[in-house]
């Protein structure tokens, strides 16, 4: 069978798996098993042997509804690729957001030092990293399996961001701009996410506390007491930015919320004089 025929039949059992995007991941899940470029697959390649038994074990596992990234190992963010596995957040389209607001804020004032708290896969970091270069970006982690993969990501984007496993920007001394995507999804809500979410990805890269807020909270207060940046941006979820903004002004900060492309407001900036 050539791929598209083998494509065909992948994307029926995982639409009987239930997923809403079963044609376009069992495409990428065929090009990713035979290694072949969509020119080849269109171009009606076979596949065949180990690229066959491959498949198979990557279907059964996306039957499960372990997240596509995964399986296959990757995930894009800012034009990058940035490998991703068990262990570590994958990264989503809506925190460019955060990395446009930081390269804007670089380039009104370059070579400001950079800090990024609860890096994750490294995305945020290694991708301001690798678009202003010279920039001095440091990243912090609590998890030693996220930081292997940020590791990973800066060498192969940006391998002069400084890493640094602790809790919240605690080990950081000096910062001029912080940006930090950190969980913040209320805990009692984690169990009725999605499966992707709610059983494969790493809880302590989703559980805000009670309110979603308690770790934001934390950055703040640390922010406007100890570090002082002239900028914190924080990734709020879906109707937190009025609540976060508010936290950030109770500590004489300005704050001003970025909608991200569906409107939501995504990012709220606090600003220390
Ligand atoms: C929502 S994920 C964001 C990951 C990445 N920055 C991104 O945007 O894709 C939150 C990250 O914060 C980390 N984290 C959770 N609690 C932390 C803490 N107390 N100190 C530092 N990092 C923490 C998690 O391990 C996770 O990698």
Known sequence: MNAREVAGAAARRLEAAGLEDARFEAE??????????RAAYFAGAVLEGEARRRLEAWLERRERREPLAYITGWREFYGRRFAIGQGVLIPRPETELLVEVALRELSATPGSAVVEVGTGSGAIAVSIAAEAPGTPVTATDISREALR???LNAAAHAPWVHFVRGDLAA???RADVVLANLPYIPSPEIEALEPEVSRWEPRVALDGGPDGLALIRALVADCAGRLRPRLL?????FGQAEAVATLGQATGAQ???IPDLAGIDRVVCLRWE
């Open 149 to 151: 993969f940020a590791a």
């Open 255 to 257: 704050a001003t919320c």
């Open 233 to 237: 941006a924080l990734e709020v979820g």
């Open 28 to 37: 990428v899940l065929v090009r990713e098993a035979a290694g072949i470029s």
């Open 171 to 173: 080990p950081v001394r």
